[in-house]
């Protein structure tokens, strides 16, 4: 067995390959498979996660401004 | 008051009706030129949206599956583009400066011999009226966004000429004539309507205190007027006589005057100015009159005491046309009696409704009763439960509790919200320091211990593809769900490190660098998500861990549940 939670695990593969920590701004501190989901698919793409790029032009105007409520 | 004040008073009248007349008219013809900025900068994004759909050799659009689709979906991108186009912030700008107009409304007072108190005026009950005029504004700009989402959606079915739709559409942005389109007309007419319907409330709330009952009906008499202001102007009514008059638009004529636009008002007037106009009549600058003509009041030598205030008549100011019927007290539980029977919550939602009304405690469903309801209670947004103060829409996972009562704790944070977008800044301004040591410096441990304690590892299995059904590590959650939300203020408290270094549920720092009030909005919605539950254990639990600010909400909430005017104004 692992020693360490999955999502910490991808959370380290992804500085150490993408040489950027994952942006998380607690989207899916309620779906944690949902966040593995998207951390695995950053590294098999090689494109850093970063969940404000899942949010709509709307949602990231109200987030940018402090008034999207997580 | 000595009657030669009141003569000298009077005298000052007219000036200061005019004072309060052209800043009304300037207001409206700002608000009115940006509307017209807007609705050709939404023209302009409009015609970029019908630009995507494919038009035929013959100039019309193609009735197929793509354009149908971006038909279809095209009321989202209208939505958003009023927005971009500048109607929200106008909206708002016009609404949060009809404060500016309480010095015109106190001078006038004095113009006609009556001081009235700006302290009497409950900030808190002004900003929920300001926010109700707002949501009407919400309203006009969606119907009309909704009318030409019909529109393009229309035409495309029945593959209308593309130059017919451009057409249908300038004809509901631009208008026609003059006038303009339908939303910058509608918007207007209610931008006059809600500046002079705010002017009232607060004038007839600080009337109230006075203590005196006799009103003179106030306003231009000029060729618009109506008859129905024409004939009540510058005379002198009871209250009970106002009560008893129509304006024939059913709407409150203490409210609304004449109605829709009425730029008319009621002024509260001493016992002894109100029997001299009524002995003596009034007469006001008419608009063929070039000076002011000096108000036709006797003088009176023998000065009089000043009247002891009369009962005062039960306030009743509401701010716009009930949109439902009035209800008794009491008829499904009245919200804003404490200990008395307990309200049924209708939040428009079924899923929602079960769960409030089964789930919590009778004081949080008096809350929740008591304040203005989300505008839509939605499912997630991909999978994402979240909560915009700006259209008050609650999205969430009705199959969890805690995050239907999470969003709708960040809910009642801005609906009590006095400026700016919570309140809960102020509720924890100090308790925030105290509880946040527990968990920071040498006390950092205890989130370790609290990892410790509640935490709990399943194993993760693949549901598709080539190794679906294998193990591929583990995740560590909370044993019981409740303790994720007060992990999670943990987190607020030490700004992300309880994420972002411990691995607890939480938001993780970057959330909160956004800005200050989003951990004073999370560690509120958390709170009420656990207060607001029947199963105390959670609250408990808070209660234990964050001593200072579970009291400072408790006060919060003790306040909400004494306080009956949250959202009197908008209560049957």
Redesign the interface.
């Known amino acids: 067995m692992q020693d360490k939670p999955l999502t910490e695990i991808l959370k380290e593969r992804h500085l150490k390959e993408l040489k950027v920590e994952p942006y998380i701004i607690g989207l899916y501190r309620r779906d944690q498979e949902r966040l593995i989901e998207g951390l695995e698919k950053a590294l098999s793409d090689k494109v850093p996660y970063d969940e404000r790029d899942l949010l709509s032009r709307e949602d990231r105007d109200a987030f940018e401004k402090g008034e999207l409520f997580l | 008051m000595p009657k030669k004040d009141i003569y000298d008073a009077l005298r000052k009248l007219p000036s200061a009706l005019t004072s309060k007349y052209r800043k009304d008219d300037a207001r409206l013809n700002e608000f009115e030129r940006n509307m017209i900025r807007v609705q050709k900068e939404m023209m302009n994004r409009v015609l970029g949206l019908v630009n995507k759909l494919e038009i035929g050799e013959d100039g019309n659009i193609l009735s197929n599956t793509d354009n149908i689709g971006t038909a279809s979906k095209s009321l989202a991108t209208l939505r ?1 583009s009023l ?1 971009r186009s500048g109607y929200k912030e106008l909206v708002a700008d016009h609404v949060a400066g009809f404060g500016d107009n309480v010095d015109q409304i106190i001078n006038i007072a004095r113009a006609v011999g009556v001081e009235m108190d700006v302290a009497v005026l409950d900030p808190k009950e002004l900003t929920n009226l300001q926010g109700e005029y707002l949501s009407e504004f919400d309203e006009i700009g969606e119907k009309a966004v909704k009318e030409l989402k019909k529109g393009i959606y229309d035409a495309t079915l029945n593959g209308t000429p593309s130059g017919d739709l451009i057409s249908n559409l300038q004809k509901t942005i631009i208008g026609e004539d003059k006038r303009g389109g339908k939303l910058k007309n509608y918007a207007k007419t209610y931008a006059q309507t809600s500046q002079m319907g705010y002017d009232r409330h607060v004038g007839n709330r600080m009337a109230e205190e006075t203590g005196f009952v006799d009103y003179i009906y106030l306003g231009p008499d000029d060729s618009i007027t109506r008859p129905f202001c024409n004939s009540h102007i510058n005379k002198v009514f009871t209250l009970e006589e106002i009560q008893s008059l129509s304006n024939g638009q059913n709407l409150s004529v203490r409210q609304y005057g004449g109605g829709w636009n009425c730029r008319h008002f009621f002024q509260v007037v001493d016992p002894e100015t109100a029997q001299e106009i009524r002995e003596n009549g009034l007469e006001m600058p008419g608009k063929d009159k070039k000076t002011p003509p000096k108000p036709k009041v006797k003088p009176q030598a023998k000065p009089k005491a000043k009247a002891a205030p009369k009962a005062r008549p039960k306030p009743k100011a509401s701010p716009k046309p009930p949109k439902v019927p009035k209800k008794a007290k009491g008829e499904d539980g009245d919200p804003r009696v404490k200990d008395g029977p307990v309200p049924v919550v209708n939040v428009k939602n079924d899923r929602a409704n079960k769960v409030i009304n089964n789930e919590t405690t009778d004081d949080a469903r008096r809350i929740i009763k008591n304040l203005r309801k989300p505008r839509e209670i939605l499912p997630p ?10 259209s008050t829409r609650i999205y969430a ?1 009705l199959d ?1 509790q805690e ?1 239907l009562l999470h ?1 709708y704790g ?1 809910h009642i944070d801005h609906m009590k919200a006095m400026s700016g ?1 919570v309140r809960s800044s102020s509720v924890f301004r100090v308790a925030y320091g105290e509880d946040r040591a527990r968990f920071t410096g040498n006390n950092a441990r205890r989130i370790q211990e609290l990892k410790d304690k509640w935490y709990t ?1 399943e194993q ?1 299995y693949r549901k598709r593809g080539p190794n679906k059904g294998k193990n ?6 909370t044993k019981e769900s409740w303790q ?1 939300g007060v992990t ?1 203020i943990v987190d607020a408290l030490t700004m992300g490190r309880a ?1 972002d270094e411990y ?1 607890l ?4 720092g ?2 909160y660098k ?5 951990k004073d ?2 560690i509120y ?1 958390n709170m009420f998500s656990a207060w607001s539950r029947k199963d105390r254990t959670g609250w408990d639990e808070i209660k234990e861990l964050f001593p200072s600010m579970s009291k400072a909400f408790q006060a919060d909430m003790d306040e909400t549940l004494n306080k009956v005017d949250w959202n009197q104004t908008y209560a049957g």
Do not use: C, F, I
């Open positions: 958003r927005t947004d991909r999978g994402r439960s979240h909560y915009k103060p700006g996972n969890s995050t969003e960040h977008k590892v993760l591929y590590g583990y995740m560590s959650k994720s999670d994420y691995g549920p939480g938001h993780g970057r959330y956004q800005a200050v009030w989003l909005t999370e919605a």
